[in-house]
DNA sequence: TGGGCCGTCCTATCGTCCTAGGACAGTGCG
DNA sequence: CGCACTGTCCTAGGACGATAGGACGGCCCA
C-alpha cells in the first residue's frame, strides 16, 4: 500500500506524455485502485517518478480537475473527487469502445473475416497459454 | 472499378496525416484492392483528394517505396511491388496484434474482467444489432 | 522535338507539444 | 511567525510534423 499509484510514461510513445498520465490516472480511479479523497502525487514529485517536466504534470492535474476528476487544493494538494469513480468508468468504457470499434474497423477493411477477429481476440487475451509450443504453463 | 482507392485523413486525428495515408495503403494492399502492377494516385492528385499537402504524400510514397511495398518509377508514376501483400500481411497483423494486445492491457488495468472484455468484443462486432436492452437475442 | 505529367528535392514557415527555469501565493505545521 | 511544501503561472526554447511554393530532371506521347 506505500506506493498507491505508479504511472509509466513511454517518452517515445504515439501518444504526449500528459495524455498517458491523464489516461493512467482515470483508469486507476475507474478501476478503485484510488479513492475519492485520496491524495494524489505531488506535481514535482510525480515529475521526478515518471521523468517528465513538472509543468506536464502540472497541466494534467489542472486538465483532470476542469473534467470534475480532480480537486486541487492549492497549497495542500490534489485530491480524487467524490464523483470521480462514476466520471472515469464513463471515460473509460467511452474509449475502450471507441477504440476497439476503430479496430475492428481498421481490421475489416484490411479484409480480415470475423472469424479471423476472433482468433486474434483470443490470442489476445490469453497471451501466455499457446505462446510457443514447448512452453512451461 | 473507376476508383481503385479513396484515402481518407482526418487532419486532426491523434495520428499524423502521413501515418494515415501509408496505414490505408498498406491495408488496400494486404486485403487485395489493389494488386501488384497497380499504379497508384500521383502525389498532386491525391494530395488533392485527400486535403492534404503534395509533399505529404511524396513523403508516404518515398518511405513505402523504402519498405519494398512500392515502385517508384519517376516521370510515371509509383506502382505496387510484387512483394507488397506478403510484406503487408505481416505488417498488418503486426500491427493489429499489437494494438489489440495494448487494448486488453489497458482495459484490464482499467479493472475490467474477462467477461465485460468479451462484451465489449461482441458488442464491437456488431453494432448494429443489442443497441439497446430489450432486444430478441 | 515539345508540352504535360511524373517523383524528387529544397528552403522557409507555422502550430502543437514538451522542456526548462523561475516566480508567486496559499496551506499546514512546528 | 517562519519554513517547507503545495498548485499555479510566466517566458523562452526546441523537437517534430505539416504546410507553402518553387525548382529540377525523367518519362510518355502527340
Redesign the interface.
Given at each position: 500500500m506505500g506506493q498507491s499509484l505508479t504511472i509509466r510514461v513511454d517518452p517515445k510513445g504515439?501518444?504526449p506524455p500528459s495524455e498517458q498520465i491523464a489516461?493512467?490516472v482515470r483508469?486507476?480511479i475507474?478501476?478503485?485502485?484510488i479513492e475519492p479523497g485520496a491524495r494524489l502525487p505531488s506535481v514535482r514529485q510525480l515529475a521526478v517518478e515518471a521523468l517528465v517536466n513538472p509543468n506536464t504534470v502540472g497541466k494534467v492535474w489542472r486538465d483532470l480537475e476542469r473534467e470534475g476528476v480532480l480537486e486541487s487544493r492549492p497549497g495542500d494538494g490534489v485530491f480524487v473527487a467524490v464523483a470521480a469513480p462514476e466520471l472515469c468508468k464513463d471515460a473509460?468504457d467511452r474509449e475502450?469502445?471507441a477504440?476497439?470499434?476503430a479496430?475492428?474497423n481498421?481490421?475489416r477493411?484490411?479484409?480480415?473475416e470475423?472469424g479471423e477477429?476472433r482468433e486474434?481476440?483470443e490470442?489476445?487475451?490469453a497471451?501466455r497459454r499457446l505462446r510457443r509450443v514447448g512452453e512451461r504453463s
Open positions: 504515439d501518444r489516461a493512467q483508469f486507476a475507474a478501476a478503485g485502485v473509460r475502450l469502445t477504440r476497439l470499434g479496430w475492428v481498421d481490421a477493411s484490411a479484409g480480415l470475423e477477429l486474434l481476440f490470442r489476445a487475451l497471451p
